[in-house]
């Protein structure tokens, strides 16, 4: 007699139907790979984190990469100061870029000088620049008694525009200018104009100290209003070289430096945002994490509702040959326990071992445990209830 097919186990395993209830439709192909949308779900985040990054940085650079800082004289932005150096150099004055102290007495030691940010430069490198003779001007200096022992500040305002109310030529050609600021007083000076904002003394070194409270008539703003034009270029025209000084941060002579002062001045901004990126990302890894979720292992499923469910499987794919190998085989499995037979004994065997504790001829046996499959529901119902009598016979016998 023909064994039938082993059926599969009967182990309730509810997450591995799950995962297989929806396979692929025979014949179509199935990539395990992520979709587009899956991956543009998961990096979504971080692209939109890096591309707001260039924007910030395209923004920054355009707003100040091509204006310059306060006073350059590259600078095309309102404080910048190119329009005045133009006009210097159409007046035949040479303009040098320098950030040392070095290099602007080796460019216009005997020419002028001019700083923009004297509060910047310690007094060892002030009293070296008055002490080359180079004319030297001072914008908008707090400082000053600090720097140049014997001046002092006396005032402050907003700036505004003031008559010259002075003798100096070069105050009297330019007329009113936007001048305040600050406001200075000091000895031996040559001419107060302005009302203290202009204020023209001598350096220890013999050359002329100017001391400007506005960056006003300097810068792009507000160059071609009122005199501003003609002031600035009267201060700063006066010779053939002209050093504009933008000094930098510097430790005294001797001081050791830190690396934050060796190093370049876009190392603190990039590195800002990168630790800006670097927080940003760690709290998207943190958020996409989620809580941790418990839940306990295995799943515990009443095995009445996994055979409910198998047998709605069954029925709905009109698998009624399968249903019926594994109610046999369920069955040949009870009657050789029941009968004392060891667990690989063939079909045959406990075909004739049936036959002898319940007296039924050997071909019903054989029909009941290795027949034919039904051809229907009914006749499945009718297998199910049969083989229950059979294993009754031989459980009173």
């Known amino acids: 007699m023909t064994q039938p097919a ?39 985040f971080p692209m939109l984190v890096v591309a707001g990054l260039v924007l910030f940085s395209i923004i920054i650079t355009a707003l ?9 004289p590259d600078g095309v932005n309102a404080s910048g100061a190119r329009a005045v150096v133009r006009l210097l150099e159409d007046q035949g004055v040479h303009v040098d870029d320098v950030r040392t102290t070095t290099d602007a007495l080796a460019t216009a030691s005997t020419g002028t000088i001019l700083i923009t940010e004297p509060d910047r430069l310690a007094r060892e490198q002030f009293d070296e620049l008055a002490q080359s003779g180079a004319d030297l001007i001072l ?12 001046y002092t500040r006396v005032g402050e305002s907003v700036d505004e525009v003031l008559a010259p109310g002075c003798t100096l030529p070069t105050a009297e050609r330019a007329g009113d ?9 000091g000895p ?23 001391l400007l409270g506005s960056h006003a008539p300097v810068v792009n703003r507000h160059l071609d209003q009122d005199g501003n034009a003609a002031l600035a270029l ?10 504009w000084y933008r000094p930098s941060f510097q430790p005294p002579p001797g001081a050791e430096r830190s690396a934050a002062d060796l190093a370049p001045d876009w190392v603190i901004p990039v590195g800002a945002q990168l630790i800006v990126a670097a927080l ?41 040959d399968h249903a019926a190998a594994i109610l046999r085989e369920a069955a040949v499995r009870r009657l050789r326990g029941r009968l004392g037979l060891p667990t690989g004994v063939p079909l ?41 009598e059979l294993e009754q016979e031989v459980h009173t016998s």
């Open 234 to 243: 009267g201060l700063l025209g006066q010779h053939e070289r002209l050093a």
């Open 6 to 44: 082993p059926g599969p186990s009967t182990t309730p395993h509810p997450a591995g139907e799950r995962a297989a209830a929806a396979p692929p439709a025979s014949g179509e192909a199935y990539s395990a790979d992520p979709t587009l949308s899956q991956r543009w779900y998961r990096w979504r």
């Open 188 to 210: 031996d000076v040559r001419a107060s104009c302005y009302g203290g904002s202009l204020v023209v003394g001598t350096a220890p070194g013999g050359g002329q100290l100017v």
């Open 177 to 185: 200018a936007r001048v305040g600021g600050s406001y200075y007083a």
């Open 64 to 72: 100040q990469g091509s204006g310059r800082g306060f006073l350059d």
């Open 280 to 320: 940003l990302a760690a709290w998207w890894r943190a958020r996409r994490l989620g809580p941790v979720v418990v839940e306990p292992l295995p799943v515990a499923v009443r095995a009445s509702e996994t055979t409910e469910g198998r047998a709605r499987l069954y029925r709905r794919s009109r698998s009624r």
């Open 348 to 388: 045959d065997a406990v075909i004739d071992a049936v036959v002898a504790h319940t007296g039924r001829t050997p071909d019903t046996v054989a029909d009941v445990l290795a027949g034919a499959p039904p051809v229907d529901d009914p006749d499945l119902v009718r297998l199910a209830d049969t083989l229950d």
């Open 139 to 150: 914008v908008a200096p707090s400082r000053v008694d600090e720097l140049a022992p014997g």
